[in-house]
């Protein structure tokens, strides 16, 4: 552990807390008809993509069946 200060930019690994949030988020959106699961993850989260490695059109249903595997930033 460091006693380094927090920054704004940091990234952090929440792992297993968010999984249900976003599943929820997404389906209520997908209902809504503003995202389809089939949509490509680079669509929405151009940002994310850059930082995954083999996500290639990769679909939002196919991330939030996969979390756990994608789980890994550079």
Do not use: H, R, Y
């Amino acid at each position: 552990m460091t006693q380094k200060a927090i920054q704004p930019d940091d990234l952090f690994n929440i792992s297993s807390i968010s999984k249900s949030d976003t599943s929820a988020i997404i389906l209520k959106l997908q209902k809504e008809g503003i995202l389809s699961l089939d949509d490509t993850l680079e669509q929405w989260l151009p940002e994310v993509m850059s930082q995954i490695t083999d996500g290639t059109n990769l679909t939002v249903c196919e991330f939030l069946i996969g979390l756990k595997q994608f789980s890994q930033l550079n």
